[in-house]
């Protein structure tokens, strides 16, 4: 393990280390009239979310998995006065529209707390009579929105090798999340003189998310053009990985549908072992792929292929490759288990994965096809729409 801890070049190597977010008060501000903005179709009891995430995070302990909190990080790299100032700026800043006076009442207030409590604040939101305004009327409830899709701690940044992707998320609601990576990578003790490679930056106009960021293996990096993630950004990113001679020799830019149902690539596949993935049947046609190589004259080759899932990551993992489809292929049964994330699972070894307990006849599935699976409770972690590969983003594996 180096220095900085940080080290994945696969998405199936024996897990070591994983960053995780439990759900909190974030989650009892939303409400029916806010879920469309706060990117919410359901609101989650919150009592019973904490309980699946602890379960969710028992496995993973139980399985020699070290668990680092989002919270934790973010407050132990606030530790200095000028620090915990300059935070609060930022998240002042790129917060939603308040007047010169609210905005001293809010930093007031955020001061005044500790620096764990002002994290947790922060993440949760600060309502109008927190700080003696009126909700009364149509008044907008909350002076700094919550945070309620932090528990989805794969997107804002991601561990790719042995650098680091601070995303540009596309929607304002989730943007603010990416400070947290921002302070982290920057004032963390054990971050900030680990010289860990940006591939990203959080300021770029282009979006890109991590659930789009899959590491197929040490040469074969594949990212989503979905509707969360931006050509330009994909580009950029592998001009990032080639001119800093990381191991990646192939990025996969992979066409995917512009609908929130095809939200990330991880919604529509995610892998199971060294030869088999699970895979959304609508996905099973032929797909677009833009594959990526670096020229010697330090020129992006760029050429398209077309082809189905299975003979493109074949040809590129230079394997025999099997696909198990969510919920069987039923038209029925695949919905609903695609619409509960059936296709989101988290490898902890090589074909050893977390998966929802309720996409019943996908596990079989994966059982049947010697898949060693842990499946977690999730009725109202579901809610959120994102999986257990979702809520988790991987520091160390194992090289394979």
């Not at 490679?197 to 979905?226: F, P, T």
């Not at 060294?274 to 895979?279: I, L, N, P, Q």
């Not at 049947?281 to 677009?288: R, V």
């Not at 729409?385 to 594996?397: A, E, V």
């Amino acid at each position: 393990m180096n220095s900085s801890g940080i080290n994945v070049y696969s998405e199936i190597g024996n897990l070591k280390k994983v960053l995780l977010h439990e759900p909190g008060n974030e989650i009892e501000n939303l409400t029916p009239n806010y879920l469309e903005l706060l990117l919410f179709d359901d609101i989650p009891y919150l009592k019973v979310a904490k309980k699946e995430h602890k379960y969710f995070a028992d496995v993973l302990k139980n399985n020699n998995v070290e668990i680092l909190y989002l919270e934790n990080l973010v407050a132990e790299s606030l530790v200095e006065e000028n620090i915990k100032k300059l935070f609060i700026q930022e998240v002042l800043l790129e917060g939603r529209e308040t007047t010169n006076d609210e905005k001293n009442v809010l930093t007031e207030y955020l001061n005044s707390l500790s620096v764990e409590n002002m994290v947790l604040k922060v993440m949760s939101g600060v309502r109008r009579k927190e700080v003696g305004y009126s909700e009364e009327g149509n008044n907008y409830p909350f002076l700094m929105n919550p945070m309620p899709n932090l528990y989805f701690t794969r997107d804002p940044f991601a561990i790719i090798g042995s650098g680091v992707s601070i995303n540009t998320m596309k929607t304002n609601t989730r943007k603010r999340e990416t400070i947290f990576g921002k302070y982290i990578f920057n004032h963390h003790k054990d971050y900030k003189d680990a010289n860990i490679k940006r591939w990203y930056d959080r300021n770029n106009e282009y979006c890109i998310e991590g659930g789009d960021q899959l590491i197929l293996s040490k040469d074969v990096l594949a990212i989503g053009h979905s509707e969360r993630t931006d050509k330009e950004a994909i580009i950029r990113i592998a001009k990032n990985i080639f001119n800093n001679n990381e191991e990646f020799k192939t990025i996969l830019m992979f066409e995917i549908p512009k609908t929130r149902a095809f939200m990330h690539l991880d919604t529509v596949f995610t892998m199971l072992d060294y030869d088999k993935f699970t895979v959304h049947p609508a996905i099973e046609g032929k797909l677009k792929v833009n594959a990526i190589y670096y020229e010697e004259d330090n020129k992006l080759k760029i050429i398209e292929e077309e082809d189905s899932l299975d003979k493109i990551l074949a040809y590129h993992l230079n394997r025999d490759i099997t696909l198990i489809r969510c919920g069987g292929g039923d038209k029925i049964a695949a919905a609903r288990e695609q619409w509960n994330d059936g296709s989101n699972t988290l490898a902890i070894a090589p074909g050893k994965v977390i998966t929802y307990e309720r996409n019943y006849i996908t596990n079989e599935l994966l059982d049947k096809n010697n898949i060693s699976v842990i499946p977690i409770v999730s009725s109202e972690l579901s809610r959120g729409r994102g999986g257990p590969r979702c809520m988790s983003m991987p520091f160390y594996r194992e090289d394979i």
